[in-house]
């Protein structure tokens, strides 16, 4: 995938938008330090690169629902695209399951999944098994408490060296 330049301008952007949301174009104007007029030409060159996926607000659900959090990773019998692709198309349509990324190493898919409790966990990892969508075997770890969740440094992850 060609990656696209950035200068300092476009990370601060890129960085106020990732830490406060969307905002007005004064008001992102200030947080970057420039006038408004190019701060929104900046914006719309950003958004139409599609670098900026959306805009979206953090909820402490805990303050407001009981709920279980369970890290799950899955490993698949088979490994051909087809397995893949009938698993992934699977988990899109389980609103429990909240992130899915496929790894590499000891197994296929780490998830993270929110459920009221762990009796509606257990439910739906049975509805996994019986959707036969692959899956050879799992493990749960169960979420005591968040020790850290906090977005990326873009300044460091763009200029390392820096």
């Not at 979206?56 to 009981?66: A, F, G, K, M, S």
């Not at 369970?70 to 992130?99: G, M, N, P, Q, W």
Request: glycine residues 4%.
């Amino acid at each position: 995938m060609k990656k696209i330049a950035l200068d300092a301008i476009d990370i601060r952007i890129l960085a106020a938008l990732q830490q406060h949301g969307k905002m007005s174009k004064s008001k992102l104007a200030e947080w970057v330090n420039l006038s408004p007029t190019p701060c929104w030409v900046r914006l719309d060159k950003l958004k139409k690169s599609r670098l900026i996926t959306g805009y979206r607000t953090d909820i402490d659900l805990e303050r407001i629902v009981d709920l279980t959090k369970v890290l799950v990773t899955i490993s698949l019998k088979h490994h051909s695209k087809a397995d893949f692709d009938r698993f992934e198309a699977y988990i899109h349509k389980v609103d429990a399951i909240i992130e899915c990324d496929a790894t590499g190493g000891g197994s296929d898919y780490v998830m993270k999944v929110i459920t009221n409790n762990l009796t509606d966990f257990q439910c739906l990892i049975e509805q996994l098994l019986k959707a036969e969508i692959g899956v050879d075997r799992y493990f749960i770890y169960i979420v005591t408490r968040k020790v850290k969740s906090v977005l990326p440094n873009l300044a460091i992850l763009i200029n390392p060296s820096a």
